[in-house]
């Protein structure tokens, strides 16, 4: 990933100030929401008009292949609030200081992204990966986990070609047969695998050797300054979609269906994939932490944002004290009370 200018973080930071200012007074005109097309209880919120409410004013939605691209959308000013970003962009983007802080998290991943391999390729063991094509989001949580598989496997970028697809470009390459395998999210994952894809399972020891990956919500500095409001309401709404999600999964799953474009007992076994936490314990110490006293989750991004100057993807990360001051649990604390 190109290092993001100073001067274009200025930039961008001063566009959405002025374009923040034509909201009435303590409601915004309206916000831009980047998301991801994804089998979870955001597509509930998102569905049924709760983000809009909770913002006090209408959403564009505008949807993006990886967190990667959500960054740049908040440096060019295009994006208020990411929507489930990845820790791995979300890592990526408070190492080059890019203007947005963390107000809370959607989930811990765990085995809900995956390696699916073609049952064709015959690839039982990480051995067998030499030679193969695999494909990813660059910039991604999968980007990161897929890295951190070839690594603790003895495995270089020489053994297997790495392709950069968003998702819908890897259900397409599947079906065509041009890739022997993927790392990637739901519903890609249930319709690769469904065209003749299976599980290769990666996840829990991945997580053990420190490449845990979540996805959270970011805003926009000036947004959040702006409009702490509305970030509080969108929170809400988040927790409303979660509520309905343990209250009822199979009504939710209906709704996140339609939104998805899978069936509901797809989308019910991919959301039960996920560990979704709630508002109350986001703000623990395991995760986002207190004002004054961040949470255990800053030495994840940290230790993310290293993995990343390994790889060369950024030039350098920041100490821990950068990754802790990222981490806003105010808007959450407001939320849940």
């Known amino acids: 990933m190109t290092a993001i200018t100073r001067r274009a973080a200025l930039a961008a930071a001063a566009a959405t100030l002025v374009a923040g200012r034509a909201g009435a007074q303590g409601k915004p005109a309206g916000a831009k929401v980047g998301f991801f097309t994804e089998a979870k209880p955001t597509m509930i919120a998102k569905g049924q008009g709760w983000f809009a409410e909770g913002v006090g004013a209408p959403i564009t939605w505008t949807e993006y292949g990886s967190g990667a691209e959500i960054n740049t959308a908040m440096i060019g000013g295009s994006c208020d609030i990411g929507l489930a970003t990845g820790s791995v962009a979300t890592a990526s983007g408070i190492a080059q200081g890019l203007p947005f802080q963390v107000v809370g998290l959607v989930d811990n991943i765990g085995p809900a992204e995956e390696m699916t391999v073609r049952t064709a390729a015959n690839i039982k063991t990480a051995a067998d990966f030499k030679g193969k094509k695999v494909a990813t989001p660059f910039g991604s949580t999968s980007h990161f986990r897929l890295l951190g598989f070839l690594k603790t496997n003895g495995l270089t970028l020489r053994d297997v070609t790495v392709l950069d697809m968003r998702p819908a470009a890897i259900q397409a390459a599947w079906i065509k047969g041009e890739i022997d395998a993927a790392y990637v999210w739901a519903p890609a994952k249930s319709k690769i695998i469904e065209a003749g894809g299976a599980p290769f399972r990666t996840w829990d020891t991945l997580d053990k050797a420190g490449y845990a990956i979540a996805d959270v919500i970011i805003v926009h500095n000036d947004f959040a300054k702006t409009y702490p409001d509305s970030v509080v309401g969108f929170l809400r709404a988040y927790g409303r979609a979660l509520k309905m999600w343990r209250d009822t999964p199979e009504e939710a799953a209906k709704i996140v269906a339609q939104q998805a474009g899978v069936t509901p007992e797809v989308a019910l076994a991919e959301m039960k994939a996920y560990d979704f936490v709630d508002l109350a314990a986001q703000a623990g ?19 993310t944002a290293d993995f990343l100057v390994e790889q060369r993807s950024i030039r350098s990360a920041p100490g821990i004290e950068a990754f802790g001051k990222a981490l806003n649990s105010t808007f959450l604390q407001k939320a849940v009370a």
């Open 285 to 303: 110490e395991q995760w986002l932490g207190v004002p004054g006293k961040p949470g255990k989750f800053a030495e994840v991004l940290k230790g």
